[in-house]
């Protein structure tokens, strides 16, 4: 992943409504409306026009839009951008960076080494079960 370019990451452009379910071994970059599951083993980037609703689980997250209900499960690194905005989220992650003027609502919760395993799993269990 350390040879990848902008030809290998995944987009969801600007004017672009997305629902449903995405997995990806690779980083992904959201300027549109996204509503479902987003799986990542790479970086998710959430440009500052973007909408989001949904689940995410990604090694990290680079958010700078607007999230109005969800749920992140980062293995590594969530950024919260200046600007951007938590409506209602569950956030869990290994490291948290919030600029200045980032808003958050909801729960954050840090995941001690191994809780991400597990948490990931009891997603997929959940999930099948629906």
């Known amino acids: 992943m350390d040879n990848m370019n902008d030809n290998d990451m995944n987009r969801i452009s600007a004017g672009t409504v997305f629902k449903g379910e995405i997995t990806s071994p690779g980083d992904i970059r959201i300027d549109g409306e996204f509503d479902g599951q987003l799986k990542s083993a790479g970086r998710l980037m959430v440009g500052k026009e973007a909408r989001v609703k949904g689940e995410f689980i990604c090694r990290d997250i680079d958010f700078g839009g607007t999230m109005e209900n969800g749920t992140f499960l980062v293995e590594d690194t969530l950024s919260l951008r200046s600007g951007s905005a938590i409506r209602e989220g569950d956030l869990s992650y290994g490291r948290l960076q919030v600029e200045l003027d980032a ?12 809780e991400f395993e597990q948490r990931k799993e009891s997603v997929k269990t959940s999930s099948s079960k629906s």
């Open 103 to 114: 808003r958050l609502g909801g729960t954050c919760r840090y995941l001690a080494e191994g």
